[in-house]
């Protein structure tokens, strides 16, 4: 087996740069063609998830396997590979199996034990088939990886270590409050009416909720979602289905907006937020802005820093002149030449504020006294504070920037309003602007606060059974493989071996023409037993010590020991592959119209 897996996920990599690699449908497809053309793989699947982003391939170089996967990762990403690699997990052989089953089996996701993950295997063995891109050990790997997601699914508690991101996401967004109290009798707009949006969709009908929009660019699967929720016998929700241009009066009638879609840019700005929420309040709904924002993109950065929050101006004009920083979001007791207030600076940035230290320190000074607002950290020398940042200038050099090492006291910052609308976005790359989070009167729930949540969730006992279950069947797939791989070499043993019978009773009937055929036989059956007594004890120990790791050499020298030709050797698992990949295309045909996601 020379299993590779090259991926990154939300444990390896920040939700920002996972949004900004993933992969469309037909990106996934150009994926698994490129990257069977390559030379060291044989075999490709791709596992793309709102989390995770992974390629399984068959190789026969790992080196080479590695830098080639990777470089495909990065080509079809849009990611380049400097900054994807330090992001990039490797896994080889078994550790890779290991991998896949830990997936599987909910262990790796951001939600421990949610089952949503099967069906997006399933669905990623399917793209696979479709495209002839598995062959017999991915197809072989990946159902048995349903297998034992299954099996772990069933017997253990594992579902009561975690549920669907969609459930985690409202338990989110309904702040511990029980969801069903919370959901009762809301109205729900959901966008898209993907395997996500579908899932959404169920679980807030199941949960109470009053009626359900769903709105889609494609109205005949909106319609086709309605008609699924309506006929449930479980549920009594309503549902319509809207098109995504009614979108922004929707929001302004529902309590609960989902959002998933396959778009690439956002599906709601914050502007359309705050609009729909302002509809719902009759109050106007405004938002800080924060130096440092990004303009004219749709989306505005969140910046966490307490200095963000709007303050009095410092005073004096001209005081801010050729300065950095911000000196609106400066407090009372805070140097704006400290070394606080240069944490987090690049160093062209460093660089310009020391030379507005050295010019601008005497009008800074006269402005706060002026305002009656200095402190002792403002009283400082200004001399002191120029020579600070000048050592903290060397520091940049090598550390890229200036880390923070203490902070002002934060201002107490008003009571928020109850929330007049939930926002949950389970979309990568993201749909809904991050600003939203700083909008008074929304709440929204994405993958990067869902990711950050669950780091605290606590883990069911049953994980550690479910991990013992992923040991197990490792070692089981693991020695099937190896004593898979030596049985062509001992059927090209006996075969050799027959053969050799076969020459020799030939060769006796030539020499003893007279021999009547009891006597043929009776020889010819006495022989066979002979070779088949020899061979019988090595080849049994042959295909047990083969299960065992590293055991793959041993076919190896039985090839070498007995001179085996490798073309009879090769012929024989080519015929035995093919035979079986015949058997499973019968079985795919067969089954076919039962396909679909998990």
Not at 440 to 451: H, N, T
Not at 493 to 500: F, I, K
Request: overall charge negative; glycine content about 8%.
């Amino acid at each position: 087996m020379s299993l590779l897996v090259v991926g990154l996920s939300h444990r390896s990599a920040p939700v920002s740069l996972l949004e900004r690699a993933s992969l469309s449908a037909d990106g996934q497809d150009k994926l698994l063609q490129d990257t069977v053309a390559a030379e060291p793989a044989t075999e490709a699947a791709v596992l793309a998830t709102c989390n995770r982003i992974e390629l399984y391939a068959d190789v026969d170089k790992f080196h080479a396997g590695v830098a080639e996967l990777s470089t495909l990762l990065a080509q079809h990403s849009g990611v380049g590979l400097e900054e994807l690699t330090p992001y990039l997990y490797v896994h080889y052989e078994d550790r890779a199996v290991h991998h896949l089953f830990s997936v599987a089996c909910g262990l790796d996701s951001m939600v421990v034990g949610e089952g949503q993950i099967l069906g997006q295997i399933k669905n990623s063995l399917a793209r696979a088939q479709d495209l002839h891109t598995a062959g017999r050990l991915l197809n072989d790997l990946f159902q048995q990886a349903l297998r034992v997601g299954k099996r772990a699914h069933s017997e253990t508690g594992i579902d009561r270590a975690g549920q669907s991101l969609v459930t985690f996401g409202l338990e989110q967004l309904s702040a511990g409050a029980d969801v069903q109290a919370w959901a009762r009798g809301k109205k729900a707009l959901v966008i898209g009416a993907g395997s996500m949006s579908s899932l959404a969709a169920a679980t807030l009908a199941r949960v109470g909720v009053g009626e359900i929009v769903i709105a889609n660019r494609t109205q005949d699967r909106a319609e086709r979602l309605v008609q699924i929720l309506t006929e449930d016998d479980d549920t009594d929700v309503l549902a319509r289905a809207v098109p995504m241009d009614a979108v922004p009066l929707e929001l302004t009638r529902a309590d609960v907006a989902v959002s998933c879609t396959g778009a690439t840019g956002l599906v709601l700005t914050a502007e359309t937020v705050a609009s729909a929420v302002e509809g719902r309040t009759g109050t106007p709904v405004t938002m800080a802005r924060a130096a440092g924002e990004e303009h004219g993109s749709g989306r505005t950065a969140v910046r966490t820093d307490v200095r963000e929050t709007p303050l009095p101006p410092v005073g004096a004009a001209g005081a801010d002149e050729n300065c950095p920083l911000d000196l609106a979001a400066a407090e009372p007791g805070f140097s704006l030449m400290g070394e606080s207030a240069v944490a987090g600076l690049d160093a062209a940035t460093l660089e310009q504020h020391g030379t507005w230290v050295d010019g601008g320190t005497a009008l800074l000074e006269r402005s706060r006294e002026a305002d009656r607002r200095e402190s002792a950290r403002a009283e400082a020398d200004p001399e002191a504070d120029a020579e600070l940042i000048t050592a903290l200038a060397a520091t940049v050099a090598g550390a890229g920037r200036i880390p923070e090492h203490r902070r002002p006291e934060p201002v107490a910052a008003a009571p928020r309003p109850e929330p007049a609308l939930f926002v949950l976005d389970l979309a990568m790359p993201r749909d809904v602007d991050a600003a939203v989070h700083r909008l008074a009167g929304a709440r929204l729930v994405d993958i990067e606060s869902l990711a950050e949540a669950s780091a605290d969730a606590p883990m069911a006992a049953d994980v550690d059974q479910v991990r013992r279950i992923v040991s197990d069947e490792v070692a089981a797939f693991g020695a099937a493989l190896r004593a898979a791989h030596i049985t062509p070499t001992v059927v090209a043993l006996r075969t050799m071996a027959a053969d050799v019978v076969s020459s020799e009773i030939a060769r006796l009937e030539g020499r003893l023409p007279s021999l009547d055929d009891k006597h043929r036989a009776e020889i010819t059956q006495t022989v066979r037993r002979v070779v088949d007594k020899l061979l019988h004890a090595p080849t049994v120990r042959v295909k047990q010590l083969a299960a065992e790791p590293g055991g793959v050499g041993y076919a190896d020298a039985l090839r070498t020991l007995f001179d085996l030709d490798p073309g009879t050797v090769a012929s024989v698992s080519r015929a035995d592959r093919d035979s079986e990949d015949s058997e499973k295309h019968d079985d795919s045909e067969k089954h076919s119209k039962n396909r679909g996601p998990a």
